[in-house]
């Protein structure tokens, strides 16, 4: 299988939305026992061959949640206090939940280098999530994933082959 170029991911993941859609239907009503061990095999292979700089796709076109532990860390990695960071950099969206105040993120560099790598958000080091615990219960998140990252696209390509519904 090729990995999607940039340009293609979003149609790709609008060509595939249906079938998708119903295939992860049909995983949520039955559950394998060893899917968690299955996304984290295809993760960890999606993974190897992936260089997330190359694309940075998430960081030019979606911000994460920002939890109070991330602003924390973040603002006293910056030398600032909680709520300077968040004056400037964050807003609270429909959810009440902290993100970014515009994309691509403050964050990154013109070489798809994030500044604050050491201690970025929870939901950027979990991304594109495909190797979540409990896997089932995201599918919708993935559903929206699949059109942002070529590897989510591809891992879910090969999990409707490995684990035939």
């Known amino acids: 299988m090729l990995k999607p ?7 790709l993941a609008k060509d595939t939305h249906i079938e998708n859609k119903k295939y992860f239907d049909k995983l949520k009503k039955r559950v394998p026992k060893n899917l968690d ?5 295809l993760h960890d292979a999606e993974f190897k061959k992936t260089d997330c700089l190359e694309c940075a796709n998430c960081c ?13 860390r973040i603002s ?34 013109s070489d798809n280098k994030c500044f604050i790598y050491d201690v970025r958000p929870k939901a950027c080091r979990e991304f ?37 519904l």
């Open 128 to 164: 594109p999530h495909t190797d979540r615990k409990k896997f089932n219960q995201i599918t919708d998140l993935t559903l929206l994933n699949v059109a942002i990252c070529p590897a989510a696209f591809n891992i879910v390509e090969k999990m409707k082959l490995k684990i035939v």
């Open 37 to 41: 061990y299955v996304m984290q095999d």
């Open 76 to 109: 006293k990695h910056l030398k600032q206090k909680p709520q300077q960071f968040i004056n400037q950099f964050l807003r609270i969206d429909e959810d009440n939940d902290y993100v970014l105040k515009s994309v691509p993120c403050t964050f990154l560099d």
């Open 5 to 11: 170029a940039l340009n293609e991911i979003q149609k």
């Open 60 to 72: 030019k076109t979606t911000g994460p949640l920002f939890t109070d532990a991330d602003v924390e």
